[in-house]
C-alpha cells in the first residue's frame, strides 16, 4: 500500500465536511501511508466498510465489533451520486457507528469529500477500517482510507467513548519532523500502546532504501509528536 501525508483534527459529536482531499500536496510530499491491527503490520483490521468510488457509487458497512467494557463500534462509508454527465456531484463519507453498554448509539460523520467526474478523486477507492482497541477497552483506532493505483492515504481516527470525543490525525506534518527530505515512507497505524499512545510503524518504500531505518513510534495523537520506541 502506497501513499501520503497527514494533522491533527480533535472533534466533539459534530465535524465540518471536508470537500477537497490534501493529495495533490501528499504525492509532492513523497509519503506513503497504510494501515494495520495490533502490533504485527501483516494482521487484518478488527473489521472493514469494503472499497466504495465515486465511479461505482455505493454504500458498505462493517459488521459491528464489541470491546471488553461493552462498547461498540462499526464503520460504514458511502459514495452518493447526484446529477447527470458532466454536472455530476460525488459525496463521499466515512461514518463511525458508536453505541455504550447503554444501547444508546450515534452516527458519527468523521470526514466526507465532494468530487466531480474531471477530478482524479472520482475514481479513488475509499474505505474505512477498523484496528483495534486500547487495553482498557474505552478507546477505538480505525483509519479512513483512500486508494489510488499504487499508492494510499491512511487517515488513523481515534475515538474516546468515555470522553464522547474522536481525533483525526494526519500524519505526514508530524513525521516531516522526523523523515529525511525526500525520503519516500509508509506510514501503517497497528495499535495502542500500553500507555496509550497510536504505535505507528514507519518504512522506507523500498526495502533497500537506506534513507531511513524501519522503525516503530509512538503517536500522542492529543499533543502531535511522536517518539522512537524501536
Request: hydrophobic share 35%; net charge positive; with cysteine.
Amino acid at each position: 500500500m502506497k501513499g501520503s501525508m497527514c494533522s491533527v483534527k480533535v472533534s466533539t459529536l459534530h465535524y465540518p465536511v471536508l470537500h477537497k482531499s490534501l493529495l495533490a500536496l501528499l504525492v509532492c510530499l513523497s509519503l506513503a501511508t497504510a494501515c494495520g491491527q495490533s502490533s504485527s503490520a501483516d494482521e487484518k483490521p478488527l473489521a472493514a466498510a469494503s472499497a466504495v468510488s465515486c465511479e461505482y457509487a455505493g454504500a458498505n458497512t462493517s459488521r459491528a465489533v464489541k470491546s471488553p467494557r461493552g462498547y461498540t463500534a462499526g464503520l460504514e462509508i458511502k459514495a452518493v451520486r447526484h446529477g447527470k454527465g458532466k454536472r455530476q456531484r460525488c459525496l463521499t463519507s466515512w461514518i463511525l457507528l458508536v453505541s455504550g453498554p447503554d444501547g444508546r448509539s450515534n452516527a458519527l460523520e468523521i470526514q466526507s469529500r465532494e468530487d466531480k467526474p474531471s477530478d482524479n478523486e472520482w475514481k479513488y477507492e475509499n474505505s474505512f477500517e477498523l484496528i483495534g482497541w486500547s487495553q482498557n477497552g474505552v478507546r477505538l483506532l480505525a483509519a479512513v482510507v483512500t486508494a489510488g493505483g499504487d499508492w494510499d492515504e491512511t487517515t488513523p481516527v481515534v475515538y474516546d467513548f468515555q470522553q464522547h470525543k474522536w481525533w483525526r490525525v494526519e500524519l505526514a506534518p508530524v513525521f516531516e519532523k522526523v523523515i529525511p527530505e525526500d525520503c519516500p515512507v509508509y506510514f501503517r497505524p497497528t495499535g495502542f500502546t500500553k500507555n496509550g499512545e497510536v504505535l505507528i510503524l514507519v518504512a522506507p518504500f523500498d526495502d533497500e532504501d537506506r534513507c531511513y531505518k524501519k522503525s516503530r513510534r509512538a503517536l500522542d495523537y492529543k499533543k502531535q509528536t511522536v517518539k522512537k520506541i524501536s
